[in-house]
């Protein structure tokens, strides 16, 4: 049976320009001119009938006044009959003055006042609105509401709740017993609480990965296929990553103790004795692998990579023919397979380069796996034909024009870091490695497309995959150049949070290297500015915001700088990053804690500097007056922000 509210129920009534009801059916030509509304009915509901044909009738029945038509006023009246309609009178409230004293104990079904807020007493109200007795709406008409989950940085307000049934306005006979507070109670009572069903803390955790952690490590295949492939339940390890899903996507949101628990659930589906070592699992291992070094458990994490490696080599992830073989058929799922093989190497020379702890250990196994596509084609399932790794070297001898994906970019961004942590020490500025390491850097750089020169997709939306090559770049020159510029990194020496700290002897003059140096620092903070949500970004950003960090404050620490005011800009957008990434990653704010302190510590270390005479030699009245403010400034705003931050959710 359909409900009411059934689209495909039949509509038997309507409402008119003005506001009274109108039956459906009825044609423009059949409408005369309304007449007016007459007297107040009897008390006990029934029209009183008149013989003859009078000039007027006291009341109208509804079905004469939706049409505008003129009432005989008999019950029922002839035109009812003859459309064999239902004929109900309605009180009119002309003139009404309220109760009169009394009235109500001898009949006690004399009618009250209303008072309804809804209720306005003129000629044009419609008491038919007062009162009336709430609609029954099927269960089936309420459960197809899907409620949207309301994610952090979403405002909840954008997101409308389904109205109460209670609050629907309906039509009603003035006289029925609906009219009994009592009875209107009791059927307010029986109406089905249809509510929809709470989101649970999984399925928030499952749409928070893909919201904010996917872009940034995509080879997890897209959700739609993913939920396909897990509803055909015949891939046994999908619910392996799906664990491993839900731990990522629990660090975005306040879990509770339920982080642990899908954290130690994942890890215990890996290590099962039964789990196959397949790409599934590879991308289950990888996923809490990120999750755990952006939690600042690098060791354990350490451990779970070398895993995750010896798995996949055993497995083959590393050849050609891999994809194929596993893939199914469906060249989404092999993309997938592709991509999951480089994002491991992707992330084990991150691992490496921000930590200096491991070796990057994927850069010296020979790898014929095809390069992704672009990030659109993979989620609309347009997956064309890949190209390899030979092709891109060559494009530029080969003669062929060519434009490879972001992925790609970022591929060849972190085989350069591992051709540069291969590069032997370098003690000597003149060093012919250093110029080599360089000219891959450069060159990267210099043979960049117009359209991957910049953080933007052609839609002006952020390329995840280019900003990530970007700053992998701009770390591996700090790395690069640090040691032999001239910037003395003792200052520094307690910002250890994603690396040991590397001692840097000063200089009396700037070298080329600490140019190449201050400006790639200048370029990372420059990416804090981006149009999208730092948290969105992939937690490896925090060490390579740290990385800056450190080149600025020891810029700062120096006796004299001309451009001060455009540093303090630089620290306060690092600091900023730094605590805007610690609600999410507690690496990000181990790092804000010490990069902060540093910053303290120095301006202490210039503020007591300030009281010779002699530091402020070449300095004019303005600009030691300015100088002054912009240090009081700067630092105060490290303390307030440090009074407001909550720590990270544990």
Not at 9 to 33: F, L, M, N, W, Y
Not at 341 to 364: E, K, Q, S
Not at 372 to 385: D, K, V
Not at 512 to 536: D, F, G, Y
Request: net charge negative; glycine share 6%; charged share 20%.
């Amino acid at each position: 049976m359909m409900g009411p509210f059934s689209p495909d129920a039949p509509q038997s009534s309507a409402a008119s320009s003005d506001g009274s009801p109108r039956v459906a059916g009825d044609s423009p030509e059949t409408a005369t001119t309304p007449t007016v509304h007459g007297v107040s009915a009897t008390i006990d509901g029934r029209a009183q009938s008149q013989s003859g044909a009078p000039p007027s009738v006291p009341a109208a029945c509804l079905a004469c006044r939706g049409k505008h038509l003129k009432c005989d006023g008999a019950t029922p009246c002839s035109r009812c009959t003859s459309s064999n309609s239902e004929c109900i009178y309605v009180a009119s409230r002309r003139g009404y003055k309220g109760p009169r004293k009394s009235t109500t104990a001898h009949n006690p079904h004399k009618r009250h006042a209303s008072s309804s807020p809804s209720y306005s007493e003129t000629t044009d109200s419609c008491p038919m609105m007062l009162g009336h007795t709430p609609m029954q709406m099927p269960v089936t008409a309420v459960q197809t509401f899907n409620p949207a989950i309301v994610l952090p940085e979403q405002s909840p307000t954008s997101y409308t709740a389904t109205p109460h049934l209670a609050s629907l306005q309906g039509y009603r006979n003035p006289f029925s017993p609906a009219m009994d507070p009592n009875a209107m109670a009791l059927a307010t009572a029986t109406i089905p609480q249809n509510q929809p069903p709470a989101i649970s803390l999984a399925e928030r955790c499952f749409e928070a990965f893909y919201h904010f952690f996917h872009a940034g490590h995509p080879f997890v295949l897209p959700k739609e296929y993913f939920l396909r492939l897990l509803k055909e339940g015949s891939t046994p390890n999908l619910n392996v990553v799906m664990a491993a899903m839900r731990y990522i996507g629990s660090l975005y949101l306040n879990a509770g103790p339920a982080r642990a628990t899908y954290l130690d659930e994942a890890l215990r589906l890996c290590y099962l004795p039964n789990t196959p070592k397949d790409g599934f699992l590879i991308q289950a291992l990888l996923l809490i692998i990120v999750g755990l070094d952006g939690s600042c458990e690098q060791s354990r994490a350490r451990e779970l990579l070398a895993d995750c490696e010896r798995f996949a080599i055993e497995i083959d992830l590393n050849k050609r023919e891999f994809a194929t073989i596993h893939g199914r058929g469906n060249p989404i799922l092999e993309e997938s397979w592709r991509r999951t093989w480089w994002d491991l190497y992707v992330c084990d020379g991150m691992i490496a380069g921000v930590h200096r702890v491991t070796n990057f250990l994927l850069f010296d196994i020979v790898a014929d796996v095809g390069l992704p596509c672009e990030e659109h084609q993979y989620l609309l399932g347009r997956i064309p034909p890949p190209a390899y790794m030979e092709d891109f070297d060559d494009q530029l001898f080969s003669g062929e024009d060519r434009e490879f994906s972001s992925f790609t970019y970022r591929i060849a961004a972190a085989r350069n870091l591992g051709r540069f942590m291969r590069t032997p020490n370098m003690m000597f500025p003149n060093e012919e490695s250093v110029a080599r390491v360089e000219a891959l850097l450069t060159n990267w750089k210099i043979h960049l497309p117009e359209s991957k020169r910049d953080d933007l997709t052609k839609n002006c939306q952020l390329d995840e995959m280019m900003f990530q090559a970007h700053f992998i770049t701009h770390a591996c020159t700090i790395m690069l150049h640090q040691p032999l510029s001239q910037l003395d990194s003792s200052p520094v020496q307690a910002v250890t949070s994603c690396a040991p700290h590397r001692p840097v002897a000063t200089g009396d003059n700037f070298n080329a290297h600490t140019r190449h140096t201050i400006t790639a620092a200048c370029e990372i903070s420059k990416m804090v500015t981006q149009a999208v949500p730092l948290i969105n970004h992939t937690h490896f950003f925090t060490c390579v915001v740290t990385l800056s960090s450190i080149v600025h404050l020891s810029k700062w620490a120096l006796y004299y700088i001309e451009d001060e005011e455009d540093l303090r800009q630089q620290i306060r957008l690092n600091i900023g990053a730094l605590n805007k990434i610690s609600k999410v990653w507690k690496a990000a704010n181990t790092a804000w804690g010490q990069v902060r302190g540093v910053a303290q510590e120095i301006y202490r270390e210039k503020k007591a500097a300030q009281i010779s005479p002699a530091f402020w030699v070449g300095f004019t009245q303005e600009q030691m007056i300015s100088s002054i403010n912009a240090d009081e400034g700067i630092m105060s705003e490290f303390n307030i922000l440090a009074q407001v931050t909550q720590p990270p959710q544990q």
